[in-house]
């Protein structure tokens, strides 16, 4: 028993000694060395449905008085399908899932906090994460992409999104995303 002691006392130092030689001066950080990061580009449907029976995104604040024809200060949380074509039944791949409200008094302007979780292929169980301004009206929109999780730990790029569909009367939309990610 002694000598299992013994045993365990040494390799417990040399334990101790191996991670003293990986700090820096500092004691509580040191330098990893990078990898080869990877570029990956993404192409996916995001479905928004506000209306109807099983809505997919849900109105969870907005102002007292709303008087704002681009509804300046509602908050919209999302549990959004994406999918791989612009069909509502094409192969599902993730979901958005997150928030967007109306950021803009003149112009429709959504400030969007949204983690892509995609639940398809190599990428499932992995994330990314958006943050930023969408000028919905705008046919084309640039946002940027600011981390993720699993295979896109330390991701960073940007999203460009498209609208496909949109039904004016109840905000139902359809919106393509082509989105570039360095990882």
């Known amino acids: 028993m002694a000598k299992l002691s013994v045993v365990l006392l040494v390799v417990s130092l040399v334990g101790v000694v191996q991670w003293a030689k990986t700090t820096n001066a500092e004691g509580w950080a040191r330098r990893l060395e ?5 570029v990956t580009n993404l192409q996916f ?34 549990d959004d399908p994406l999918t791989e074509g612009p069909d509502p039944n094409s192969k599902p791949v993730g979901r958005a899932q997150g928030m967007y ?18 639940t398809d292929g190599i990428y499932n169980g992995s994330c990314i994460s958006l943050l930023g301004k969408n000028p919905a009206m705008n046919p084309v929109r640039e946002m940027p992409i600011v981390g993720g999780t699993g295979l896109f730990r330390l991701a960073r790029g940007y999203a460009i999104a498209q609208t496909y569909w949109l039904d004016i009367a109840t905000g139902d939309a359809i919106v393509g995303y082509n989105v570039t990610v360095v990882h």
Not at 69 to 78: E, K, N, Q, V, Y
Not at 112 to 117: D, G, R, S, Y
């Open 34 to 38: 990078a990898e080869k990061e990877n």
């Open 101 to 118: 409200g109306s950021a803009g008094q003149n112009e429709l302007a959504l400030i969007m906090a949204m983690n892509f979780a995609f």
């Open 45 to 78: 449907y995001f479905h928004d449905i506000v209306s109807g029976k099983n809505p997919t995104a849900i109105k969870v604040a907005q102002p007292s008085e709303n008087k704002s024809a681009t509804l300046f200060g509602s908050i919209m949380m999302a």
